[in-house]
């Protein structure tokens, strides 16, 4: 039986150096199936080598797309010789990603099967709006055997208003709206940096979309799209991922590549914390300059304060003196990492923070979850932490103990650690070479 791959971490080391991060994680795959609907051949630059980029390859592959390297970071993707529509049960376990393959398909065959989605257990991420609106273009979609079969003799634009804001969903809208017929509208459609870059590249592909004031995009339908060359965003989750390390373990870090207007809410909380932060050229140099004041948090939709960066700033704020206040508001469970933060040492309690309106506070659906599951945390610090063994439940949880593991005294072993590469390029060896004592064994 082959052993499963595990991080061993010997933390008191602070990082020093120089990484460069590659192109967002929560972008790259949206681009890849945004350059399916295409009559040609694109080139996507700037790809991070993770799990997620590879696994989408593998699956484009399975249509008959071709994907291939042309180069340390770029892909190539022609989908001339594509040919099905179908997706396999098992895809739906590999990532969030399989919902999306909808739209695409749609607008190039007319038909559509894809496998309910899997991904982080970070809470209930109702695709019930993405079909609202994919219907709303025209398409029927029907539940069979835990497939999900869409079809659309043709989609047609439309004026479609999310009740929430949704990432996912507005991207699965953009894909099937710049091949429909005539004009769509989205109302309160999400505004995140990974939009504006599929926007980008949708539009370098002949679509003609426009944002407008008020959480409006306008897409006007084309007859086609073509290939196109485009450079994927950095990735800003591995940026704070990086700054959170930096400064916890008071250590002194260049990241080559950041862009600090994706960073504007982070960078304002390290204000407030009196964390070292520099922004220059070459990306932002983050460091240490003396002991952290707490801080208050409450995620928020774009631009606000992201929610995968809180469970990151949760262990930076162990280290700072006083008590922070973490408020979630945008999925109603992802405290997933409290508990072996608490058995590190962390001081940390739940609360259930007094809201005047539920409704309009969480972007979840609030009269529907459960009424015990608390939204808050309180973090006393300053808390030295100690290693232990985990197993890593999703993506951010399995960072968050990295970050931890590094400040903590002793060693930390973390199983299951295909959760990290599923977003993070080789972090282990990266890490390494920042001074860490860090090894995959």
Not at 59 to 69: E, F, H, P, Q, S
Not at 258 to 263: C, D, I, K, R, S
Not at 317 to 322: H, N, S
Request: hydrophobic share 40%.
């Amino acid at each position: 039986m082959k052993q499963m791959s595990q991080i061993r971490i010997v933390g008191g080391k602070p990082l020093l150096g120089s990484v460069r991060i590659g192109g967002a994680k929560n972008a790259s795959y949206k681009l890849m199936l945004a350059a399916l609907m295409g009559n040609s051949g694109s080139r996507l630059l700037n790809f991070s080598k993770i799990k997620d980029v590879e696994t989408v390859g593998e699956i484009i592959r399975t249509l008959g797309g071709t994907v291939a390297a042309i180069g340390e970071r770029a892909l190539s993707i022609d989908p001339t010789e594509m040919t099905s529509f179908e997706l396999s049960a098992n895809v739906g376990e590999q990532g969030r990603f399989s919902s999306i393959f909808l739209a695409p398909l749609l607008a190039k065959f007319g038909r559509a099967v894809v496998p309910a989605p899997g991904g982080d257990k970070i809470g209930k991420r109702s695709l019930e709006w993405h079909f609202d609106g994919l219907s709303a273009l025209g398409a029927k979609i029907e539940i069979k055997d835990g497939m999900y079969n869409a079809s659309a003799e043709k989609l047609v634009g439309t004026t479609y208003r999310f009740p929430k804001n949704t990432h996912t969903g507005t991207e699965t809208l953009l894909l099937a709206a710049v091949l429909a017929e005539g004009k769509t509208i989205l109302e309160n459609s999400a505004e995140e940096n990974e939009i504006d870059d599929l926007i980008s590249f949708l539009n370098a592909m002949g679509a003609k979309i426009q944002r407008r004031p008020s959480r409006v995009i306008e897409i006007e339908g084309v007859k086609e799209l073509h290939g196109a060359i485009h450079r994927i965003m950095p990735d800003q989750n591995e940026a704070v991922s990086y700054a959170c390390a930096a400064i916890a373990t008071q250590g002194d870090i260049v990241i080559e590549n950041a862009n600090h207007h994706h960073l504007n809410s982070f960078l304002e909380k390290l204000d407030e914390m009196g964390a070292g932060y520099e922004v220059g050229q070459y990306g932002i140099r983050f460091y240490y300059k003396g002991a952290l004041k707490a801080v208050d948090i409450e995620t928020k939709i774009a631009p606000g304060f992201k929610t995968d960066w809180q469970p990151l700033l949760a262990t930076l704020v162990t280290q700072a003196e006083g008590t922070s206040i973490i408020h979630e508001t945008i999925y109603e469970n992802r405290f997933l990492y409290v508990d072996a933060l608490r058995d590190m040492g962390a001081k940390i309690e739940f609360f259930q923070p007094e809201v005047t309106d539920p409704e309009e506070t969480y972007n979840f659906n609030y009269k529907n979850t459960d009424p015990n599951l608390p939204h808050a945390i309180r973090i006393e610090g300053k808390t030295p932490l100690i290693g232990g063994n985990f197993s890593v439940l999703d993506l951010r949880h399995g960072a968050t103990l990295v970050i931890a593991g590094l400040i903590a005294s002793g060693t930390t072993v973390l199983e299951k650690i295909e959760q990290i590469d599923r977003g993070y390029e080789s972090l282990p060896e990266r890490l390494q070479s920042l001074g860490a004592d860090i090894v995959r064994k």
